[in-house]
């Protein structure tokens, strides 16, 4: 089996392609929302963060704006609070490699691949990109989103340039959706390919 990796900074258009690779039948392990469960009604790990921040959750899961104010800026509160989330998206990677484990290929979704040391567990990686200024009006149409957000986000994330020169494939997403579904599938073949021969 062949573990992708796939990433790209914000509004890069990650989640199109994850959602393509599905469409072609590959499993993808989707990190963001993974979180999103873990932390929703019933999450696995929602007693933990209230425990360790008090009222920031309810029993609809964890408020993510409550949570936020709790850990923004203040990096001990961080770093507890990533002990919390890293470990329970790990378990639920490992279970999603196991029972996959029979497939040539499968992709982890995984936003900050290269920033949190995911890269280090995949055998490929796959970095989505597209123009700056095609990313900077997609992230600016996002409800809520001002510059100065976007510009704190992207100070977080290695640059798209560093990305592309560390990635074993590129899937460009300023063009057409077909043009990105046909580097997918390419991508596919590439790896597909590999597993046969």
Known sequence: MIVLGLTGSIGMGKSTVAAMFADEDV??????????????????????????????????????????????????????LESIVHPAVAHERNLFLERNRHLPLVVLDVPLLFEAGGWRQVDKIAVVSAPAEVQRERVLARPGMTVERFESILAKQLPDAEKRARADFVIPTGGSLQETRDSVRAVIACLAGRTGG
Do not use: C, M
């Open 27 to 80: 499993p993808v392990f989707d990190a963001d929302a993974e979180v999103h469960k873990l932390q929703g009604p019933g999450g696995r790990i929602v007693a933990e963060i209230e425990a360790e921040f008090p009222d920031t959750t309810s029993e609809l899961g964890v408020n993510r704006t409550l949570l936020g104010e709790a850990v923004f800026g203040n990096t001990q509160a961080f770093k507890r």
